[in-house]
C-alpha cells in the first residue's frame, strides 16, 4: 500500500508540476511600447491655472463618473489640505503659496502622466495596461486579475483600486479621453479650461513650445520642464514658477521606471511559481494527504 500511496502522489505531483509549467510559459508583462513619434501629449502651465477646478468636473462628466453640479466646484475650501486622484476622482487640482506674490497662489492639475515607458504596462503580468500609439496608457477591465502591481510600481501613485467594490472593482486613473482624442476632440480638461492653462497637441511641439516660453519669460518661469526626461519622458508634462518639488511631484531621475518593477515581476514569476499552479500542487498535495488518511483508517477497521 506504501508503494501505490508514493505512485498517486507521484502521478498527481507530475500533473500539478505540468500545470505549473504551463501556466509559468504564460505569464508574460505588457506588451512592448509602440510609440508614434507624433504622439500626443498635454502641456500644463501652473502660472495661467486659477484653480477654478473645472477640469475636475469635465473629467468626471466625459467618463459618467458621479459628480455635483460645476457650480460647487467654485468651492476653494479643498485647497486646505493635499489631493490625490481617486477612483471618485481621476484628477484633482491643488493650491500651493506663491514666494513671489502671496496674492496669485500656484494651482496645479494632477493626473496620470502617461510615461512613454510606463512602469504600470511593464508590472502588469496579463497586458491589462497598455501603451496607446497617440500617448495615452489604458486600462482594459477583461484582462485585468486586480493583482494592484501597477499601484505598487507607478513613480507618481497614480493608479487607484475601487476597495468599496467587493465583486467587481476597477483600477482607475485618468484615460487622457482615449475615445474623445481617438475621434478628434479635445481631452475634457483641455477644452472646458477657461484660461487655456492646459495646450494639446503633439509632444515634439510642445516640448518646443515649453522651452521657448522659458527662453522669452525667464524670470515666469525655472528652467525645466517637467515630464520631459523624468522616468524617459511623459506625455503631460508641465511648467512652473516654483521648483516642482515644492509642488509635490517625486524627485525622479531620467531612467524609466520599468527596469525596477521588471525585474520585481521576473524575479517572482520567472524564478518561482505562480500563485495559481503553486495552488494547484498544493492541492494535489492535500488530495493524497486526505485520501491517504481514509485508506489507513479503513485499514485500522479492519
Known amino acids: 500500500m506504501a508503494n501505490q500511496s508514493r505512485r498517486d502522489f507521484l502521478k498527481t505531483a507530475a500533473l500539478a508540476g505540468a500545470a505549473v509549467t504551463g501556466l509559468s510559459s504564460k505569464v508574460k508583462a505588457g506588451p512592448k511600447n509602440i510609440l508614434s513619434e507624433n504622439r500626443m501629449g498635454a502641456l500644463i502651465d501652473t502660472t495661467v491655472c486659477i484653480g477654478c ?53 500656484i494651482d496645479v492639475k494632477v493626473q496620470c502622466m502617461h510615461c512613454d515607458h510606463p512602469a504600470c504596462v511593464s508590472a502588469c503580468i496579463v497586458g491589462a495596461f497598455s501603451k496607446q500609439e497617440n500617448g495615452s496608457v489604458v486600462w482594459d477591465g477583461d484582462k485585468c486579475i486586480g493583482c494592484r502591481y501597477c499601484m505598487v510600481a507607478c513613480p507618481f501613485q497614480i493608479p487607484a483600486f475601487e476597495f468599496d467594490k467587493a465583486l467587481k472593482p476597477d483600477i482607475k486613473k485618468c484615460d487622457f479621453c482615449n475615445e474623445r482624442t481617438t475621434k478628434g476632440k479635445l481631452p475634457a480638461c483641455t477644452e472646458i479650461c477657461p484660461v487655456e492653462a492646459i495646450t494639446y497637441g503633439t509632444r515634439e511641439d510642445l516640448v518646443k513650445a515649453a522651452h521657448q516660453k522659458i527662453k522669452l519669460y525667464p524670470n515666469r518661469y525655472i528652467d525645466r520642464v517637467l515630464g520631459e526626461y523624468e522616468v524617459g519622458g511623459t506625455s503631460w508634462m508641465y511648467l512652473s514658477s516654483k521648483e516642482f518639488e515644492k509642488l509635490d511631484f517625486p524627485k525622479l531621475g531620467k531612467d524609466p521606471a520599468p527596469g525596477v518593477s521588471e525585474t520585481i515581476q521576473h524575479g517572482i514569476f520567472a524564478y518561482f511559481v505562480p500563485p495559481v499552479a503553486l495552488y494547484a500542487l498544493l492541492g494535489g498535495v492535500m488530495w493524497i494527504n486526505k485520501n491517504k488518511k481514509k485508506h489507513d483508517s479503513g485499514a485500522e477497521g479492519e
Not at 71 to 96: I, Q, W
Open 53 to 105: 477646478r473645472k477640469c475636475e468636473w469635465a473629467c468626471k462628466t466625459a467618463h459618467a463618473m458621479e459628480t455635483q453640479s460645476i457650480e460647487t466646484y467654485d468651492d476653494r475650501s479643498v485647497f486646505k489640505n493635499s489631493r490625490r486622484p481617486t477612483d471618485k476622482a481621476l484628477t484633482v487640482v491643488n493650491e500651493y503659496p506663491n514666494d513671489i506674490s502671496e496674492n496669485f497662489p
